[in-house]
């Protein structure tokens, strides 16, 4: 059995939570805190196996409860439940140790699913998060920069090195103007480059392109 | 010329005729011979041309040598004539006569009365000297001559030996204003060299002005702003030296000193004008103020206080050259009916010249202070502002018990005028900026409230409702329609969610508060990515750094501003973004490969996204330039301080 216990000043969503997680046979909210002193008295206090956290409770300054209660318990597990979908949110709380970030409006299998993983000792972000991820931490991953890429990514990112101008790209896949030109910017940002020209540059020597 | 042989007689005589007439033209003298029998008169070549006649083109007789005398000469020489006639024997007189062209000429006449056997009278014989030219001459020489004595320019005449020796340079003479510009008696002094006159010209400028035009002949000027004679320090002098024949050379010297006084009096007051319409610190305005004034008239020392907004105590406002324990001592005293010069002028609103200290009953509570440092007299002025409230004082100190003049009044005047424009200036602007600051502030905490209000109350009873909306979903075994509508109520939700979020967001940002400046910027730039698809890179160091609300907020708006307008003007591809902290100083930089602001466009008074950037970093003690980057695009840097000062 999976002993939860969910941090969040909302009575209206605390009570949602326990009611998605009372579906499940393994996984059980073993308490409610609404502040931060609350939530830290009960990490203190008893044994949990997950701890479901609102980035946002009265009395926390930020991430500041999160980083306690990594200094408290270590070893638990803490999944980030916020209605913030900023990227920023995310890239700060699971480098402050968060095990897992899912935003409110999430499905709510989403949310069993990632109990479940963080209290296996999993992470858990979504696929979409994941990929943002991988370019706000671009400088401190290893690999090829076109490697970061997703394959959409990538076949702009080729056609874009050969010389074809966004509207060019755009036309060929059947894509808007400023879709295409997002792609670019996220490809530009996740290689660690300004310009077209230096996204030849480095696809001619890595014989991306002809 | 020649040394032809002497052929006969006549010859020899034409030859002498010749020489004759070349040795008249030559020195402007005619002859004339006047035969008393015959009443004949002859005239040489030249006379003709002395008289403006081509040589013996007309008859001469007395009545026509009248007729060409000028009107006032014609009764004397009348008389001279008539007085040669009856004594004979040599006569002489000047005359002027009258040309056909109007022109008037001096003559000088010489002649004697030739008697034949028996003392009969035969005639008059004489010559006619032109002196015209020579009395100009003379007379122009006479004006100079007068102008040089009379001039209050110094004049004198150096001899140089050796341009490359001081010691070989020498008075040869010098007019009488030479001598109050020497500031000393010249007397005695010719022959003598220049540093055995003059010991403090060692190394001046006058003194390599002297050599250098010995060296090479050229006309030389130089202007000495303080003189090097200790007893006369703000001495200013203007000399100009030239060459004279003979390797010696002129030295025209003239004190200036009231006209550089005056001008850089002048050029102070216009320096404090603009300083002040530059928006530079009062404390610097003022001191700078007060610096001109004890330059323009020593041995003075200036000091202006500010009244404080409660009218009792006053403040320091600059007193550079007063001893710094007794401005601390000053700073802070109440004003009041019997409060040394400055506390009793602001109180009284009226001028208090105390002109000695020592004796003075308002200096009872302070005599000792003034003493101590050595403070004698202190002529003090309220400052007023434009309504008539008392901003401050000025007031000047003197070492010595001194009674003022008109000029010290007038300068008094000019200083309290300038520093009160100043003050007012300033405190008005400060007002301005503290009230634009408030409602800035107000503003912001309007927008957080409703912001979070919006978000959590709303956001959160919404996430409520769709959580609640998949529970009936999981449950719900009724028909096909039933499940549909609940999906469609569920993504409904979804989108009232997205809606609030964006609404909140825009009016702040919650990352700014949940996270800091960094994470708001970060935001910021990629929401600006995904809206025009220009690359937006971001360095930092600030990562842990807290900050205060007030700056993360300004220098939040700042940023929100930089990139509307990139988005706007500069069609840029790439936004480069630095913010890092260095010493006290948080920095933020915002760089484009844009088209590149204008001149123009910068320095607009009307772009109030530009103003509202310079405003909000002036409020946190800081300061921001948008400028052309060299390569192109433009550059908007703002620096503030990172915890922001007390308000003044």
Known sequence: MIRVLVADDHAIVRRGLRQILAETQDIM?????????????LVRDERWNAVILDISLPGADGLGLLAEIRRERPE???????????????????????AGFLTKESAPEKLIEAVRKVAGGGRYVSAELAENLASFLAGETAGAPHERLSDREFEIMKMLASGETVSEVARELSLSVKTVSTHRTRILKKMGMKTNAELTHYAVRARLVD | MTSQPISDEHEQLTRIERQLALAQR???????????????????DELY?????????????????????????????????????????????????VRPDGTVRDLDTVGEAARGPGGRMLGLIGTCRDVTDERRRDETIRVYADIVHHMQIALSVWEVGDPDDIGTVRLVTFNPASEPVARRSLEGCIGKPFRGIFPFG???????????????????????ERSRN???????LSAKAFPLPGGRVGLAVEDVTELTRARRLKDAEHHVLESIATGAELGGILERLVLAIEDYSPPTLGSILLLDADGVHVRHGAAPSLPAAYTKAIDGKAIGPCAGSCGTAAFERRPVYVEDI?????????????????????????????????????????????????????????????????????????????????????????????AREIHDVLGQALTALKMDLAWVSRRATGQEAQLEKLAAMSQATDEIIQQVRRISTELRPGVLDDLGLLAAIEWQAQEFEERTGTLCTIESNVEDAALERDVSTALFRIFQEALTNVARHAGAEHVGVRLWLEGDDLRLEVRDDGRGITQAQAGNPRSLGLLGIRERARRLGGGATVAVDPSGGTIVAVHVQRARRAAP
């Open chain 2, 230 to 236: 200790p007893d006369h320090p703000t001495r200013a």
């Open chain 2, 49 to 97: 041309r002395i008289y403006g006649f081509e040589p013996r083109s007309r008859e001469v007789t007395f009545e026509f040598f009248v007729s060409r005398l000028h009107p006032d000469d014609v009764v004397r020489v009348q008389r001279e004539v008539a007085l040669a006639l009856e004594r004979g024997g040599r006569f002489a007189y000047p005359e002027r006569i």
């Open chain 1, 29 to 41: 909210v073993g308490g409610e805190a609404a502040t931060a002193q609350e939530a830290l008295q």
């Open chain 1, 76 to 98: 638990l597990p803490v999944l980030i439940l916020t209605v913030h979908s900023e990227d920023q949110y995310a890239v700060r709380a699971i480098k402050a140790g968060a």
């Open chain 2, 26 to 44: 030559i020195t402007h003298v005619g002859s004339w011979e006047w035969d008393a029998a015959t009443g004949v008169v002859t005239w040489s």
């Open chain 2, 358 to 450: 020592e004796t003075d009953p308002l200096w009872a509570d302070y005599r000792d202070l003034a003493r101590t440092h050595g403070l004698r007299a202190c002529w003090s002025t309220p400052i007023f502002s434009n309504e008539g409230r008392v901003l401050g004082t000025f007031a000047l100190y003197y070492g010595e018990p001194r009674t003022p003049t008109a000029e010290d009044l007038a300068l008094i005047e000019r200083a309290t005028h300038l520093a009160g424009i100043a003050i007012e200036h300033i405190q008005l602007e400060d007002q301005l900026r503290a009230l634009s600051a408030h409602v800035e502030s107000v503003r912001e905490d309007e927008r957080t409230g409703i």
């Open chain 2, 202 to 224: 060692g190394g001046s400028p006058i003194e390599s002005l002297l050599l250098d035009v010995a060296r090479d002949g050229r006309v030389r000027e130089a202007v000495t």
